[in-house]
């Protein structure tokens, strides 16, 4: 069984830069997909970022150029590198590993972008 752990968030002005980790249970790096999603009150979860086995990144168009996925598969750990911040970006950050068999989720962590 995965366990996925997110941690990072906080409250951070417009313009600023956080950067979000998701600590997994063991090495499954190698042979999921991991993403990074993100729901904001009221609306529906949403993908944010996503990087496949072979390093491939996936950006929405609204975070491109701003947000950045990376992995270090010897500390089995995700990170989304968020720059620029807008209040739009408040949301519950989730983490998420597939494959082609299951999938599983975070807890989520909080990121609120305020003056």
């Known amino acids: 069984q995965v366990q996925l752990v997110e941690s990072g968030g906080g409250l951070v002005q417009p313009g600023g830069s956080l950067r979000l980790s998701c600590a997994t249970s063991?090495?499954?790096?190698?042979?999921?997909?991991m993403g990074w999603y993100r729901q904001a009150p009221g609306k529906r979860r949403e993908l944010v970022a996503s990087?496949?086995?072979?390093?491939?990144?996936n950006y929405a168009d609204s975070v491109k150029g701003r947000f950045t996925i990376s992995r270090d598969n010897a500390k089995n750990t995700v990170y989304l590198e968020m720059n620029s911040l807008k209040s739009e970006d408040t949301a519950v950050y989730y983490c998420?590993?597939?494959?082609?068999?299951?999938?599983?989720w975070g807890q989520g962590t909080q990121v609120t972008v305020s003056s």
């Open positions: 998420n590993a597939r494959n082609w068999n299951s999938e599983e």
């Open positions: 990087i496949t086995t072979g390093g491939f990144e």
């Open positions: 063991r090495n499954i790096l190698s042979s999921n997909t």
